[in-house]
């Protein structure tokens, strides 16, 4: 059974820090890997999706890595702002036709 | 082209009352899939239905039943609600091409389900 862990469960850091989000799972036999993000309330924004034979992908300030071998990835998030505030989700698929398995997401506050 | 839209937004419902959650697809997607989030939690899978059938489910009980209509709505329907069953309900939908794999997942903004 696939679980995925986050942590930690909350960060707090000062404006303009780059910062590192974490997330291990415990197959390492991955379809892909999305990082989402949710405001509060809110539904899910995709922020990055990778598949399983990529190493990293990279949407403007935000990069994320996969390493299947480990069961890690992470999302580094360079200069960090307020508005990027918010509760970062990790979620894998095991198969194209499969579900997608959470973290419980880590709540990032970035202080001005 | 219009994202994945839910109704309704908020939903206040007391305990053995039924309820109806709708979904509307991003344009060109086939595969709709429901998720339940508690307070301070991952989302979790309820199922998923692909071309109006049901190719998946998680560990939820039958009285959550849904289904998805030709045009790829779909609807998640809860019987005999639970104080527990109160959540956040997210619908995502994506492009399945069998042999081909799975587009990204795309989530609507959620329905608040608060059950008294």
């Known amino acids: 059974k696939q679980e995925v862990t986050q942590i930690p469960a909350a960060l707090s850091v000062p404006e303009g820090e780059n910062l590192v989000l974490n997330c291990s799972f415990t197959?390492?036999?991955?379809?892909?890997l999305q990082w989402f993000r949710q405001d509060p309330g809110k539904g899910l924004t995709s922020l990055l999706l990778?598949?399983?034979?990529?190493r990293e992908q990279t949407s403007g300030r935000l990069n994320a890595s996969l390493d299947k071998s480990s069961g890690r990835s992470t999302l580094y998030i360079a200069a960090s702002q307020p508005g990027d505030s918010a509760t970062y989700l990790c979620?894998?698929?095991?198969?194209?036709?499969?579900?997608?398995?959470f973290g419980k997401g880590i709540t990032l506050s970035v202080r001005p | 082209e219009t994202g994945v839209t839910q109704s309704p937004t908020h939903l206040i419902k007391t305990r053995g009352q039924q309820v109806t959650l709708r979904c509307s697809s991003q344009?060109?997607?086939?595969?709709v899939s429901w998720y339940q989030q508690a307070l301070g939690q991952g989302p979790q899978f309820i199922f998923q239905?692909?071309?109006?059938?049901?190719?998946g489910r998680g560990n939820f009980p039958p009285r959550f039943s849904g289904l998805q209509f030709p045009n790829y709505s779909s609807e998640l329907n809860v019987n005999a609600l639970e104080l527990d069953d109160s959540a956040l309900y997210l619908c995502?939908?994506?492009?399945?091409?069998?042999?081909?794999?799975?587009?990204?997942?795309?989530f609507g903004p959620g329905t608040r389900l608060t059950v008294l």
């Open positions: 995502a939908s994506s492009l399945l091409r069998l042999g081909l794999g799975v587009s990204e997942q795309f």
């Open positions: 197959d390492s036999a991955i379809y892909n």
């Open positions: 990778i598949q399983s034979s990529q």
């Open positions: 979620a894998v698929r095991t198969g194209a036709n499969s579900k997608l398995t």
């Open positions: 344009s060109g997607h086939n595969t």
């Open positions: 239905y692909y071309r109006e059938e049901e190719n």
